[in-house]
C-alpha cells in the first residue's frame, strides 16, 4: 500500500500532466482559429484588390475607346459648338457601359492539387 504523500504526488502529477494536455488542446484551437481567420480576412483583401484591378482596366479601357468616331456613346445628333473656335464636337452621353471578363476568385489561383489554400 502507498502511504499517503505518495498518494498526494501521483495526484499532483497526473492534475498537472492532464492540465498541461488541456492547455495545449486550448492552445492549438485558439491558433487554428487566427490562422483560418486571418486567411479568409487575407482572400477578402486579395477579392477587393481584384475588384479595384478590375475597376483600373475598365476605365483604362474605357478611356482607350474615347476617340473612337463609332462608339456607341457619341450622340449623333447632338452637338457643342466651342465658342473659342467655333468648331463642333460631338456630345459625349454621361453613361459608361463597360464589357470587362469576370474573374472568380475562387477558382483563379489554385493550389497544386486544384484547392485553394
Known amino acids: 500500500m502507498i502511504g499517503k504523500f505518495e498518494a498526494n504526488k501521483d495526484l499532483i502529477q497526473e492534475l498537472t ?4 494536455r488541456r492547455v495545449g488542446n486550448i492552445a492549438g484551437i485558439i491558433t487554428g482559429t487566427v490562422s483560418e481567420v486571418t486567411r479568409e480576412i487575407g482572400e477578402w483583401i486579395t477579392d477587393a484588390i481584384e475588384m479595384n484591378e478590375a475597376a483600373a482596366a475598365a476605365r483604362r479601357d474605357a478611356a482607350e475607346s474615347g476617340g473612337r468616331e463609332d462608339d456607341p456613346g457619341v450622340r449623333d445628333g447632338a452637338e457643342s459648338r466651342d465658342v473659342v473656335t467655333g468648331s463642333t464636337a460631338p456630345v459625349r452621353e454621361s453613361r459608361v457601359v463597360l464589357d470587362a471578363d469576370i474573374v ?3 477558382t483563379a489561383d489554385p493550389g497544386p492539387s486544384g484547392k485553394r489554400y
Open 104 to 106: 472568380d476568385a475562387e
Open 17 to 20: 500532466s492532464s492540465g498541461a
